[in-house]
Structure formats: C-alpha cells, structure tokens
C-alpha cells in the first residue's frame, strides 16, 4: 500500500479540525450517523485500559482525558500525526505521556517497555488497503504487548452494514478523500484478521461500529 494513501489517512488532522473534532465526530457523527452514541467506546475503554497502557491514534485524546484512571503509572500516545500528539499530550499532561511519532503500518521496531493495555480507537477505518493490509497494524501493536496484554479499539465498518442516506453520503466522501479506507471492512474481515494475530477475541457491533479486544498470543518455546 502507497506511503501516499497513509499520509492521507492522517493529514487531515489540522489544529482546526481537531478543534472541532469531539463535536463533530464523538457528538454528531457516532449518534446519528454510525449509530453508535459515544458513551459505548468510553464504557469499552473503561473496561479494558490498564495502568501501564499505550493508545495509538490518539486524535484530541478525548478517552484519555476523561476516562484514563488517576492511578495510571504509565501513558504513551503514538500517532503519525504532530497535531494529533501536542493535543493529546496537552489534554493528559498531568499524567506525563511518553509520546512517539510513528506511522503505525511503517514502524520500525520501538525498544520502550512492553504495554499492559493497547487501545487503537478509530484507527483501522483511516488506514488504507484492506484488513490484510492494514494487519500489519496488529504484527507491530503486538511486539509492544505483554503476554496476556490486551489491544482493544473500535472501528467504523464500510461493508455489510446498515447505513442511512445520510451516513452512506458522509462515508462515500471520505473515502473519496482519503480520510477513510472502509469500503472492505466487515465483521468477517476484521474477526479473521484479529483471530489470525491474537487469542480470546471478542468483536460485536453496534450501529455500523465494531468494537472488539483481543489478547496477546502467549510465545511458547
Ligand atoms: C479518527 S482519529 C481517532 C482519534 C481517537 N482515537 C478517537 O477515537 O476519537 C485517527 C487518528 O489516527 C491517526 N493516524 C491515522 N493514520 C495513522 C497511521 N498510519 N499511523 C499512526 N497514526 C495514524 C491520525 O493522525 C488521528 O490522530
């Protein structure tokens, strides 16, 4: 898949569109259009963060910033984008992130301690090519996750869902624009692929979102 098509999946995440993001997206957009109201991705947040927890493709830092708990030890945002991490790590500066940028397709192995949690929300529908391609998401995610660690996220489904006029309008346009890559995204797809990288899988849907955790596949010698 094209650096071009990665970059696309990132670059709209200017400090004016992240200033009206959580209005737009986590009010607007996930209540009426994806049909799932944004109180479902915080309680799944709240069930499976840790307190030794990464999350990647961190937007405004919005979970983080009204759900990571006061006890946290440790907090690590990783995103390509710039805008994306000052706004997160301002939002949670409290709690003294570790902060990478990195393209989560394209990363070169990060020698940081091992992640207690994961969470990648509204990530995989920006990243390009199907879930065979964006998987090497999970092969690089999994390399920072300690044995019985869990990766947990959500994502907006393109395929084999029930959309409105409206929501099919929005989600035709952005993936016209590259903001979105979800055309062959489906529960199928997405159970496999997690399947493939990970045990314990659990993935359900509400709306036209997936919701899903998984745990690390133990090594065994
Ligand atoms: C739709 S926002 C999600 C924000 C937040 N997690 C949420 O659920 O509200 C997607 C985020 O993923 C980041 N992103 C997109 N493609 C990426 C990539 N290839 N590598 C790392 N981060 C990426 C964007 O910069 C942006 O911050």
Not at 67 to 80: E, K, N, V
Not at 84 to 90: H, V
Not at 184 to 194: N, P
């Amino acid at each position: 898949m094209s650096d071009r098509a990665t970059v696309e999946g990132q670059a709209i995440y200017s400090k004016k569109v992240l200033s009206i993001y959580d209005f737009w997206v986590l009010g607007v957009s996930n209540h009426y259009f994806w049909k799932c109201p944004t109180r479902n991705i915080s309680n799944h947040f709240l069930d499976y963060v840790s307190h030794n927890h990464l999350d990647v493709g961190v937007g405004t830092g919005y979970y983080l910033k009204n759900y990571l708990p006061q006890t946290t030890r440790r907090i690590a945002l990783l995103d390509m984008n710039r805008n994306s991490l000052s706004e997160a790590e301002k939002a949670i500066h409290s709690f003294q992130p570790e902060v990478y940028q990195a393209d989560v397709l394209n990363m070169h192995d990060l020698c940081v301690e091992k992640f207690d949690s994961i969470s990648i929300n509204y990530l995989l529908h920006c990243l390009p090519g199907s879930f065979v391609e964006k998987s090497i998401l999970f092969e690089n995610l999994k390399k920072l996750l300690n044995d019985d660690g869990v990766l947990f996220g959500s994502t907006i489904l393109g395929k084999d869902v029930e959309v409105n006029f409206f929501a099919r309008k929005i989600m035709n346009i952005y993936n016209k624009k590259g903001i979105f890559c979800n055309f062959d995204d489906d529960f199928e797809s997405l159970s496999k692929s997690l399947n493939e990288h990970f045990s314990n899988v659990e993935v359900k849907t509400i709306g036209c979102v997936a919701l899903f955790s998984c745990k690390n596949k133990k090594n065994h010698i």
